[in-house]
Protein backbone atom coordinates (compact mmCIF):
# COMPACT_ATOMS: atom_id res chain seq x y z
CA UNK A 1 0.00 0.00 0.00
CA UNK A 2 1.41 3.17 -1.11
CA UNK A 3 1.30 6.34 1.86
CA UNK A 4 -0.74 9.15 1.57
CA UNK A 5 2.43 11.15 1.42
CA UNK A 6 3.71 9.57 -2.24
CA UNK A 7 0.31 9.47 -3.49
CA UNK A 8 0.77 13.58 -2.81
CA UNK A 9 3.85 13.55 -4.00
CA UNK A 10 3.06 11.96 -7.62
CA UNK A 11 -0.26 13.74 -7.91
CA UNK A 12 0.79 17.10 -7.11
CA UNK A 13 4.39 17.94 -6.64
CA UNK A 14 5.99 16.01 -9.30
CA UNK A 15 3.34 17.86 -12.41
CA UNK A 16 3.57 20.59 -11.14
CA UNK A 17 7.40 21.15 -10.69
CA UNK A 18 8.00 19.26 -13.92
CA UNK A 19 9.00 15.69 -12.15
CA UNK A 20 7.03 13.69 -14.93
CA UNK A 21 8.21 14.85 -17.62
CA UNK A 22 11.94 14.26 -16.21
CA UNK A 23 11.41 11.48 -14.33
CA UNK A 24 8.59 9.62 -16.28
CA UNK A 25 11.03 7.17 -18.16
CA UNK A 26 14.30 5.52 -17.25
CA UNK A 27 15.45 6.30 -20.89
CA UNK A 28 14.79 10.26 -19.69
CA UNK A 29 16.50 9.78 -16.66
CA UNK A 30 19.76 8.40 -18.22
CA UNK A 31 19.15 11.16 -21.19
CA UNK A 32 19.38 14.04 -18.05
CA UNK A 33 22.46 12.09 -16.28
CA UNK A 34 24.46 12.26 -19.46
CA UNK A 35 23.82 15.90 -20.29
CA UNK A 36 24.91 16.22 -16.21
CA UNK A 37 28.03 14.12 -17.01
CA UNK A 38 29.32 16.11 -19.92
CA UNK A 39 28.10 19.85 -18.44
CA UNK A 40 27.97 19.83 -14.58
CA UNK A 41 25.35 22.48 -12.80
CA UNK A 42 27.94 24.90 -10.60
CA UNK A 43 28.59 23.62 -7.30
CA UNK A 44 29.47 26.59 -5.25
CA UNK A 45 27.58 27.68 -2.79
CA UNK A 46 25.60 30.53 -3.79
CA UNK A 47 26.84 34.05 -3.09
CA UNK A 48 23.81 35.39 -0.59
CA UNK A 49 25.16 32.47 1.46
CA UNK A 50 28.44 34.09 2.35
CA UNK A 51 26.64 37.16 4.75
CA UNK A 52 26.16 35.15 7.68
CA UNK A 53 28.88 32.35 7.23
CA UNK A 54 32.94 31.89 5.88
CA UNK A 55 33.48 30.04 3.25
CA UNK A 56 36.76 28.37 2.28
CA UNK A 57 37.15 26.17 -0.93
CA UNK A 58 39.60 23.64 -0.90
CA UNK A 59 40.04 20.32 -2.65
CA UNK A 60 39.97 16.19 -1.62
CA UNK A 61 40.43 13.54 -3.51
CA UNK A 62 40.28 15.95 -6.47
CA UNK A 63 36.78 16.51 -5.73
CA UNK A 64 35.92 20.59 -4.61
CA UNK A 65 35.09 21.09 -0.91
CA UNK A 66 33.58 23.89 0.52
CA UNK A 67 34.19 24.44 4.61
CA UNK A 68 31.30 26.90 6.06
CA UNK A 69 31.68 28.39 9.12
CA UNK A 70 30.04 31.02 11.30
CA UNK A 71 31.30 34.61 10.97
CA UNK A 72 32.24 35.96 14.28
CA UNK A 73 29.88 38.48 15.51
CA UNK A 74 30.27 42.32 15.12
CA UNK A 75 30.58 44.00 18.13
CA UNK A 76 28.37 47.10 18.26
CA UNK A 77 29.84 49.87 20.55
CA UNK A 78 28.12 50.61 24.42
CA UNK A 79 25.54 53.08 23.93
CA UNK A 80 26.74 56.10 26.57
CA UNK A 81 24.61 55.64 29.65
CA UNK A 82 22.09 58.56 29.94
CA UNK A 83 22.53 61.73 31.35
CA UNK A 84 22.27 62.50 35.20
CA UNK A 85 19.33 65.17 35.88
CA UNK A 86 18.71 66.95 39.51
CA UNK A 87 15.17 66.30 40.99
CA UNK A 88 13.79 69.34 42.80
Known amino acids: MVSWQVRLIESVALPV???KKLYGSAERVRA?????RVRPEPNEPPRWL???VRVAA???????VYEVTPRP??????????ALTERD
Open 32 to 36: QLARH
Open 73 to 82: ARRRPAAPPP
Open 58 to 64: GRHAGWP
Open 50 to 52: SRG
Open 17 to 19: TGG
